[in-house]
C-alpha cells in the first residue's frame, strides 16, 4: 500500500517519532524482562525499515537524519532504563551448601528515608557461627554496623536487618555487604538521591554507549543498502 504523501513528505519526522516512542517503550520492557535485553539492537534495524519504507533516500539525509535519530533514541532508552532501575527493588541471592541468602534493602532509592537492609537466610541452622556484620560504603562514605543489627526467626529461616534512620546516610549511590560465618553477600543500593539526580550521574555513559553501538549498525545498514541499490541499478543498465 502506497505511503501517504504528507508522510513522505515529513519523513524524518515520523521516523523519529516511531523511533522515540520504540525506544523508550523498550527501555522499559527490557528492565523487567532482562533475558530480552537484546531486543533493543533492534532500534537501529527499525530506523534503516523506516528510512527506506518512508522514503528517506539519499546517503547524506541518512547519515545526518540518522545521527539525529539515533542520538535520541539512546537518550530516551537511557532514560526508561534508569527510571526502572531506581524505582524497583534489586535483591541479591546465593546459595552456600545448604544455605541460601538474600540481601535487600527498601526503599531502594528516595531522598533521604529510612532504609532497611535485611539479609534473609533460609536453613540458617546450618551456619557454624551467628557472627552478622554490615558494611555500607558510597564513594564518600563508609560505615560498619554489628551491633545495632537485630534478627528474628521463622521456622528455618532467619531475617537479619538494620534499618538506617531517615537522613543519617549523606547523598550518594551505595552498595552493601552483609558478612556472616564466613560468607559475605554485596548488593547494589541505595541510590540516596532524588531521581533527576540519579538520572543526570547515570544516563549520559549509557547514552553514549547505546549512541556508538546504534551508529555503527545503522552505518553498516545505510551502506550495505546503498551497494544493494547501486548492484541493482547497475543490473538493470545492463
Not at 51 to 65: D, E, N, Q, T, W
Not at 98 to 124: C, E, H, K, M, Q
Not at 129 to 157: C, M, R
Amino acid at each position: 500500500m502506497p505511503v501517504n504523501a504528507n508522510i513522505r513528505k515529513y519523513n524524518s519526522v515520523f521516523i523519529l517519532i516511531i523511533t522515540a516512542l520504540l525506544a523508550y517503550g523498550l527501555g522499559y520492557f527490557v528492565s523487567y524482562f532482562e533475558s530480552l535485553f537484546l531486543l533493543v539492537f533492534l532500534v537501529p534495524i527499525v530506523i534503516l525499515i523506516l528510512m527506506h519504507y518512508l522514503g528517506l533516500y539519499g546517503l547524506k539525509k541518512r547519515l545526518i537524519y540518522g545521527v539525529v535519530i539515533v542520538f535520541i533514541a539512546a537518550l530516551l532508552i537511557s532514560s526508561a532504563e534508569s527510571q526502572v532501575y531506581y524505582s524497583t527493588d534489586h535483591p541479591v541471592s546465593a546459595s552456600y551448601g545448604s544455605i541460601t541468602a538474600t540481601a535487600n534493602v527498601r526503599p531502594f532509592s528516595g531522598n533521604f528515608p529510612a532504609y532497611n537492609f535485611s539479609l534473609a537466610l533460609d536453613n540458617y541452622k546450618d551456619l557454624k557461627t551467628l557472627n552478622f556484620s554490615l558494611h555500607i560504603a558510597s564513594s564518600a562514605y563508609s560505615a560498619n554496623i554489628t551491633t545495632q543489627l537485630k534478627n528474628y526467626t521463622s521456622g528455618n529461616q532467619m531475617i537479619v536487618y538494620y534499618v538506617a534512620p531517615s537522613g543519617s546516610l549523606p547523598l550518594g549511590i551505595y552498595n552493601y555487604t552483609f558478612t556472616f560465618a564466613n560468607y559475605s553477600l554485596t548488593a547494589p543500593g541505595p541510590i540516596n538521591a532524588p531521581l533527576n539526580t540519579w538520572l543526570a550521574d547515570s544516563v549520559l555513559f549509557a547514552t553514549i554507549l547505546y549512541f556508538i553501538y546504534y551508529e555503527i549498525i545503522l552505518l553498516a545498514g545505510i551502506f550495505l543498502m546503498r551497494s544493494i541499490e547501486h548492484s541493482r541499478s547497475y543490473r538493470n543498465k545492463k
